[in-house]
């Protein structure tokens, strides 16, 4: 048990890779959101907040209309304002310049905005925390330590597949595809989606294979993730689901959230890394990801021209 | 690190995995509470109640896994639709099925957002929750969400409309492929 957690050393990679996304992503989707924010969380929004209380904490709608009894900044300035800042930590965090007070910080506002209440909030908001969760766990400061965090990470991740999986072959419509087929037909979505999609409902049988494989995906994922030979391809499978579940669903950020924690917990962990050799007790400063890339790239112009590899 | 260090961590480490355990595990089998008897299925009851306490529900909302993963996992969509008829001060009437919203991030809030319309839902045989105050509850929200829409627009009518969405069935594959929805509940403001 021991040797299993505390043996692995977090890449650096894997580290950078996770605060550069996390941080990315969650400022895109909020600058995406900003147009849309008064009314979502608005004193004078879309509707009554009385009606949808917060009953896991402080909700940033009791934040922005307690801020706008103290002073006399207007309602929809202060949730401008907090919105920006939730964005600028985003930032610092996505160009590693957030230390770890802060990130706690963001992890804490994160809530506010989206967990503490979770009426207007959805699947992405809830893996977002959790990645800003394994951020705090994986300061920059010491980038190649030996932490118990991946292995945390990698657990998550199955158990998050395992349960999806479990609870789809619980029932029968994932077998026989009308589940699938449901996912795809949802209400706004239906107005909004190609017509390929009513097209293809005269297959059934396409459903259902899909159906399955996606079953089988999930429920296999704490299985053949964990072996060498199948690892990369589950992993290439399951990204190739998320960026389904993008396109037909329009999840984009739910997906790329995936995608993401995917990415880090089991390509970047498992790279056969010959640009950049890792010892625990260097301390060597992290570099954005892309600065490996680049090293990377080097290292192969060198090997073509006859030069050194590292 | 130390073995004592070694300990601590693992102990945290399992206490964290057991609440997602525990989340998954809820979230699982959150259709079957839902029409739990009481009194002959006390296990999923008591696991809704454990899920359900303070001490777990805040590190789980803090930290991101109080959504549990389910069926359609985690929280992707939902079933319900608003349809809002407009009429302007100028005559002209229009129809919307979100109420003002521009972006796509913020429309998928609103969908997520709808969810609370299930309360409208006529109850089942074997249903054990109360339904009332959910129904209330959706009933006051589609009421909230109309006076605001009129009063946002400065229209001189607003007529909201609350539908459950019907999806027709994959077999056997119809010729018909046109979906609509069941209407649940329908306010009307004229302010």
Known sequence: MKRFFFETILHPRAVSALHTGTGALLAIQFLLLFPDLPLLYGPDGLVDHALVASPHGLWIADIVDYLAHLTDVAADHALYLLAALYIVLNILLAIHRLPWPGILFLLLFHGTWHTANDAFSYGADYLGASALFYCLCTPLSQPTCRTPILRLLQLHLCIIYFFGGLGKAMGVTWWNGEAAWKAMNQPYHVAEAPSIIGWLGQFPALWTVGGVIVVVLELGYPLFIWVAHTRRYWLYATVAMHTGIALFLGLFHFSAVMILLNLVAFHYAYLDDTTQPVHPSDGEPSRPWWAAWKRQAAAVRDTREGGITY | ?191
């Open chain 2, 1 to 191: 690190m130390p073995r004592r260090g070694h300990t601590v961590a693992l102990t945290a480490i399992g206490i964290y995995l057991a609440q997602v355990l525990l989340f998954s595990t809820y979230a699982c089998w959150h259709n079957q509470l839902e029409y739990a008897d009481k009194a002959t299925r006390p296990v999923p009851t008591t696991l809704a109640h454990i899920a359900n306490h303070p001490v777990f529900t805040v590190p789980a909302h803090i930290c991101g896994y109080a959504c549990g993963y389910g069926f359609y996992a985690p929280r992707v969509g939902s079933h319900y639709l608003t349809e809002f008829r407009i009429d302007h001060r100028d005559g002209q009437a229009t129809i919307a099925h979100y109420p003002s919203l521009s972006t796509l991030e913020g429309r998928v809030r609103y969908r997520a957002f709808t969810d609370l319309f299930g309360g409208l839902l006529p109850a089942q045989d074997g249903l054990v929750r109360d339904r009332e105050l959910p129904r209330r509850v959706a009933r006051a929200t589609a009421k909230s969400l109309t006076q605001r829409t009129a009063a946002r627009l400065a229209a001189t009518r607003v007529s909201c409309r609350v539908g459950a969405w019907y999806i027709r069935p994959l077999r056997p594959a119809p010729v018909d492929t046109s979906s609509h929805y069941l209407t649940l509940f329908e306010t009307d403001i004229r302010p």
